[in-house]
């Protein structure tokens, strides 16, 4: 059962956009910073999104992030077919001391 | 260049014993908070435990509170994961990954599998 709750899947045509949306509560979301991750088949997490909207060094501006109350997004523009992946969405929850990820959702380029 | 690299992973018998272990190299170790966050096969992400950049404050996840301990060496750059009575449902793959600000984790190792199985 995860602390957060993003749909299953999500899909697009190739240069669309699509939003994958994060909910949770506001011992998490709420009041913490929401950090975004891309997990491509077969590889380890990346970190696309962090402290609620901001891009690490390398990620292009087609991805951006925001959050709102107890939810946050993530969104993705000019959709190519190497976005396909997992993304998870993360935080603290400062009533369980613990970190919390979503439950992920994998993004179909068709 | 920050590297993470996990090892220690394996096949092991329910209520069976191991420990993971990730070298850290092109930072400064001992000034980061570290994690394990761990995939079972085909799932999502589920952090499992934390650990402060001195070792004073820890925390883990309740699926492994009691089983697990984690420990770091800051003199040998390493971040350890003791696991004890393992169970079936400890399988996956085993994620070092450092914490940025106490706010996200900014670099994960390639990780390591666990399979618990007899």
């Known amino acids: 059962q995860s602390v957060l709750t993003q749909p299953p899947s999500v899909s697009a045509a190739p240069g669309q956009k699509v939003t994958i949306s994060c909910s949770g509560s506001?011992?998490?979301?709420?009041?913490?910073?929401v950090s975004w991750y891309q997990q491509l088949p077969g590889t380890a997490p990346k970190l696309l999104i962090y402290e609620n909207n901001k891009r690490p060094s390398g990620i292009p501006d087609r991805f951006s992030g925001s959050k709102s109350g107890t939810s946050a997004t993530l969104g993705i523009t000019g959709l190519q077919t190497g976005d396909e992946a997992d993304y998870y969405c993360g935080t603290w929850d400062s009533s369980l001391s613990a970190w919390g990820f979503g439950g992920g959702t994998k993004l179909t380029v068709l | 260049e920050v590297q993470l690299v996990e090892s220690g992973g394996g096949l092991v018998q329910p209520g069976g014993s191991l420990r993971l272990s990730c070298a850290a190299s092109g930072f400064t170790f001992s000034s980061y908070e570290m994690n394990w966050v761990r995939q079972a096969p085909g799932k999502g992400l589920e952090w499992v435990s934390y650990i402060s950049s001195s070792g004073s404050t820890i925390y883990y996840a309740d699926s492994v509170k009691g089983r697990f301990t984690i420990s770091r060496d800051n003199a040998k750059n390493s971040l350890y994961l003791q696991m004890n009575s393992l169970r079936a449902e400890d399988t996956a793959v085993y994620y070092c990954a450092r914490l940025r600000f106490s706010r996200d984790f900014d670099y994960w190792g390639q990780g390591t599998l666990v399979t618990v199985s007899s």
């Open positions: 506001s011992s998490n979301i709420g009041n913490n910073y």
